[in-house]
Nanobody, 123 residues
Framework: QVQLVESGGGLAQAGDSLRLSCAASGRTFSSYVMGWFRQAPGKEREFVGVINWTGGSTYYADSVKGRFTISRDNAKNTVYLQMNSLKPEDTAVYYC????????????????WGQGTQVTVSS
């Protein structure tokens, strides 16, 4: 069992940066790939990016590539989402998720989810 808690969301203006954190419980954090997803009102949950078990490889959605960066610190059981050059269309609830297979974009294939943190970007 893995429990995930996101933090770091809030209000931002277009062009600003925010860093989200996702703290995991348990001693098996490094055995999971960690994904970030987001969900805007009235829309389906959308893949943002994923990082592999060691942090040596990442994979991003085209909509955030070059602006968002995922990193992880296995010693701290934490994964991060650095969001730069924010746009109003980035407004959503952001979720971290733990899974077993790398480069999976379907939410249903992730095993554990956090409760989400709201990010609102104004123009």
């Amino acid at each position: 069992q893995v429990q995930l808690v996101e933090s770091g969301g809030g209000l931002a203006q277009a062009g600003d940066s925010l860093r989200l954190s996702c703290a995991a419980s348990g001693r098996t954090f490094s055995s999971y790939v960690m994904g970030w997803f987001r969900q805007a009102p009235g829309k389906e949950r959308e893949f943002v990016g994923v990082i592999n078990w060691t942090g040596g490889s990442t994979y991003y959605a085209d909509s955030v590539k070059g602006r968002f960066t995922i990193s992880r610190d296995n010693a701290k059981n934490t994964v991060y989402l650095q969001m730069n050059s924010l746009k109003p269309e980035d407004t959503a609830v952001y979720y971290c998720a733990a899974g077993r297979v790398y480069r999976v974009v379907r939410p249903t294939l992730y095993d554990y989810w956090g409760q989400g943190t709201q990010v609102t970007v104004s123009s």
